[in-house]
């Protein structure tokens, strides 16, 4: 009888394997400058380390982090359709002032009593100040700012010890 032959089937090669991938991966690199650039930053990790200490220990430098930080806190209170809200009315308002004023050549309302408005630049006199104080559309339109305004002013009239304990409601330890 006759022997047996074993023959192993090997796979056809698809693609690069790992330690080519990585070759390939180190020539792409090598080749960017971004090999040169990272052995530059280790060689050179003392210098940055003490150049970026010395840079944030300034005063200004501490403001703008504490600036930033509490932004970041501010608009981490905001839901983002409130927010969403919020810069779509102060860009509306934007548009329809600065479309007032002349600056702007189309507005996106464009209908007759807009355009007689922008265009009457006299001043109301009393008649049309009294029609103003009486026009209920337009209290309704000023009582957010009012209120937003006294809330500033409220605000502004609190005082603070540490911005992040104000935020967070709790008192923090040292100096």
């Known amino acids: 009888m006759a022997e047996r032959i074993s023959q192993d089937v ?4 698809i693609g690069p394997d790992a330690h080519e ?3 390939t991966l180190l020539q792409t690199l090598h080749e960017h400058g971004v090999l040169r650039f990272t052995n530059d930053m280790v060689a050179a990790n003392s210098d940055i380390i003490r150049i970026l200490v010395n840079g944030l220990s300034k005063e200004g430098s501490l403001n703008a982090i504490q600036n930033i930080s509490i ?15 919020v810069m779509f009315a ?9 479309s007032y004023h002349g600056n702007e050549k189309s507005s996106e309302k464009s209908d007759a009593k ?8 006299e001043a109301p006199g009393i008649r049309g100040l009294y029609k103003l104080l009486h026009d209920d559309e337009l209290w309704h ?10 809330a500033f002013s409220e605000r502004l009239d609190k005082p603070i010890d540490k911005p992040v304990t104000d935020f967070t409601g709790k008192a923090t330890e040292g100096p």
Do not use: C
Not at 72 to 82: E, Y
Not at 90 to 95: A, F, L, Q, R
Not at 114 to 121: G, I, V
Not at 141 to 150: D, E, N, S, T
């Open 141 to 150: 339109a000023i009582q957010p700012l009012l209120a937003g305004l006294r």
């Open 21 to 23: 991938e990585l070759e």
């Open 90 to 98: 102060i860009k509306e308002g934007m548009g329809e002032v600065s």
């Open 114 to 121: 807009t355009a007689e408005e922008t265009d009457n630049k």
């Open 10 to 13: 090997t796979p056809p090669k």
């Open 71 to 85: 932004m970041a806190m501010t608009l981490s209170s905001i839901p983002p359709d409130r927010f969403y809200q």
